[in-house]
């Protein structure tokens, strides 16, 4: 069964920064997509990042680009994302979620989520 | 960039009706779109892939169609667990774009 368990959400000032963690279990962790999206409360979904399998190439959001990195440990099954310059607009939900082998794009397992407030 | 629009939202229903959600994308992405259904307090659930592909294990009633611009999410005799509300999600690139999500409610 796939498990995908995020942590590291808190309350952060502006401007702070966080590391949020997901750990995978149940597949081959090395083999595939991971993704964070993440859900301001009452809203919508919002893609956030991606790293691939291949060569762990990454991709990000507008939104987040310069400030988010995403990155993944195959030896511990795990994913990761450093958040930097938080503002309020960070405040979210966040997922971290797994993409299908044949396109690793589209999200077939997803965490439970990680809550992230961003507020003095 | 390709932007993703959902109506209507919301959308009341009854137990028993059917159900048609519509994703307008704002160029064609021939069949790249996946749904997902998300509860109240739970993370989204993917239902459909490739415009019309089921997932395994979710019910028939669920159904997807259309390709380039335009597509529908249809349930044909809605549940009492189908109350949720449904995202649209491109995802032919690098950067997947969901729409704003519709809601089924009663």
């Known amino acids: 069964e796939v498990k995908l368990v995020e942590s590291g959400g808190v309350v952060v000032q502006p401007g702070g920064s966080l590391r949020l963690s997901c750990a995978a279990s149940g597949f081959t962790f090395e083999d595939y997509y991971m993704h964070w999206v993440r859900q301001v409360p009452g809203k919508g979904l919002e893609w956030v990042s991606l790293i691939t399998w291949e060569d762990d190439s990454t991709y990000y959001a507008d939104s987040v680009k310069g400030r988010f990195t995403i990155s993944r440990d195959n030896s511990r099954s795990s994913l990761y994302l450093q958040m930097n310059s938080l503002t309020a607009e960070d405040t979210a939900l966040y997922y971290c979620?797994?993409?299908?082998?044949?396109?690793?794009?589209?999200?077939?397992?997803w965490g439970q989520g990680t809550r992230v407030t961003v507020s003095s | 960039d390709i932007q993703m629009t959902q109506s209507p939202s919301p959308l009341s229903a009854s137990v028993g009706g059917r159900v048609t959600i519509t994703c307008r994308a704002s160029?064609?992405?021939?069949?790249?779109l996946a749904w997902y259904q998300q509860k109240p307090g739970k993370a989204p659930k993917l239902l459909i892939s490739?415009?019309?592909i089921l997932e395994t294990g979710v019910p028939l009633r669920f159904s997807g169609s259309g390709s380039g611009t335009e597509f529908t999410l249809t349930i044909s005799s809605l549940q009492p667990d189908d109350f949720a509300t449904y995202y649209c999600q491109h995802y032919e690139s690098y950067s997947p774009k969901f729409g704003q999500g519709t809601k089924v409610d009663i």
């Open positions: 490739k415009a019309s």
């Open positions: 979620a797994k993409g299908l082998r044949w396109f690793g794009t589209i999200l077939d397992s």
């Open positions: 160029q064609n992405i021939n069949s790249a």
